[in-house]
């Protein structure tokens, strides 16, 4: 029987099946307390501290706009200094930040502990998982990026509802001091020891041929702007994250008087339950489709979801409507970075990632302060969920404008 490579993505036994698992822990732990987690920071606080939610909802939004500068260059930082600090480094920042938020009792102490978060978030979430995972893979890149970040969809599967259970049993300072000291403990040590060296064929493949190993990060990046298909993919997806972010984020807040907190966060749950199984059931086939095709057709599916939500106060009718709006929630994460393997150049792959990662994020950083705002305004929250829904349809069409990459 003939050896296999040390280096086949095939195999079982490659290393890089072991990076994934470790992102796949990294963006569990990234997505529980940098993202779904916004949804119970917004109604603990608000609930503590009595400050409006539109401020915080902003206080949210200059969390993800902080995270999204960062996160540009996130695949710049990992060739400096490698996948292992960076990731180490998010971490840290990540569990310093949740843990002080336990702690403060004034508005503006909120603003500087996201400041810790956003660089946490830079360091966990996608730019940093994908990239990391493009210096192991090339053939079977969207499977790991697909496998890896299911994490992100079980951080919100387990996060919340074991956040909910520990802030009614520790409060809520005991219970971010808890998940900090957590991921410490657990994490820190996994990453450390497993991510080591990416293997030198990856390395080179990634620089693709010599034309585009030529060009530069910047270089890279102002060709993109000039690009119809980056574009309009980029476009599309900022659009739908806007309105996707907005809506998870306040989605505690709008269930918690319907059908109460308990419901509530099992509706979070069920919502990332479907993200998962959505993520996984398209992973097997998104290689022979059209990758631009499904995004449309997820994007409409999501305002569906939503036209439920506004119009239903049953409870079971509401789950179903997560449950719908969630079969999607994973995809969206995954997709953008498979259409950019697809379309774009192989050396091009961690700079477009991290920039359409870091537009997006700019973008989708004001949907829950937008929404906030337009709740407070009106009374309700239907006027922002019927903007998320002209957003969703907008980008449902502009994704399907295709470019010469």
Do not use: K
Not at 24 to 34: D, I, K, L, P, S
Not at 110 to 115: E, F, Q, R, T
Not at 213 to 218: K, T, V
Not at 336 to 356: C, H, K, Y
């Amino acid at each position: 029987m003939a050896a296999i490579p040390p280096d086949d993505e095939t195999s079982i036994r490659y290393s890089g099946w072991r990076i994934v698992a470790v992102c796949f822990a990294v963006a569990t732990f990234g997505w529980a307390f940098g993202f779904y987690g916004q949804s119970v920071y917004l109604a603990e606080l608000t609930r503590l501290h009595g400050w409006p939610s539109s401020l915080i909802a902003t206080a949210t939004t200059f969390f993800y706009l902080g995270g999204a500068l960062l996160v540009a260059f996130v695949g710049d930082a990992i060739r400096v200094i490698g996948a292992r600090a960076c990731l180490l480094g998010g971490i840290a920042a990540m569990a310093l930040g949740t843990a002080l938020l336990g702690r403060i009792d004034a508005l503006w102490q909120l603003y500087a502990v996201y400041v810790l978060l956003a660089i946490g978030w830079a360091g966990t979430s996608l730019g940093a998982v994908t990239s990391t995972l493009g210096l192991w893979f090339d053939q079977r890149r969207g499977m790991a990026i697909s496998l890896a970040l299911n994490g992100a969809s079980f951080g919100g599967i387990a996060g919340v509802p074991l956040l909910v259970a520990a802030i009614e049993h520790l409060g809520f300072a005991g219970a971010t001091l808890a998940a900090a000291v957590v991921s410490v403990v657990v994490l820190m040590p996994i990453v450390a020891i497993f991510v080591g060296r990416p293997p030198q064929r990856a390395a080179a493949h990634a620089a693709g041929p010599g034309a585009v190993q030529a060009l530069s990060s910047g270089a890279i990046r102002r060709h993109a702007f000039r690009d119809t298909a980056f574009l309009t993919v980029t476009i599309a997806f900022a659009l739908v994250l806007f309105a996707q972010v907005g809506f998870i984020v306040h989605l505690i807040a709008y269930l918690d008087p319907l059908v109460g907190r308990e419901r509530a966060a099992v509706a979070v749950s069920l919502l990332t339950t479907m993200a998962v199984v959505g993520r996984v059931s398209l992973s097997t086939v998104i290689d022979r489709l059209d990758q631009r095709l499904v995004s449309a057709i997820s994007f409409a599916s999501q305002a569906a979801a939503l036209a439920i939500v506004i119009l239903s106060r049953d409870a079971t009718l509401l789950l179903v409507a997560c449950a719908l709006f969630g079969f999607s929630v994973g995809n969206l994460i995954t997709l953008p970075a498979l259409i950019v393997q697809r379309e774009f150049a192989p050396g091009s792959f961690g700079v477009l990632v991290s920039l359409n990662t870091a537009i997006n994020q700019v973008t989708y950083a004001f949907g829950p302060g937008v929404v906030g705002l337009l709740r407070d305004a009106s009374g309700s929250y239907t006027a922002p969920f019927l903007g998320c829904i002209a957003l969703q349809l907008i980008a449902a069409m502009l994704v399907m404008v295709r470019g010469r990459s």
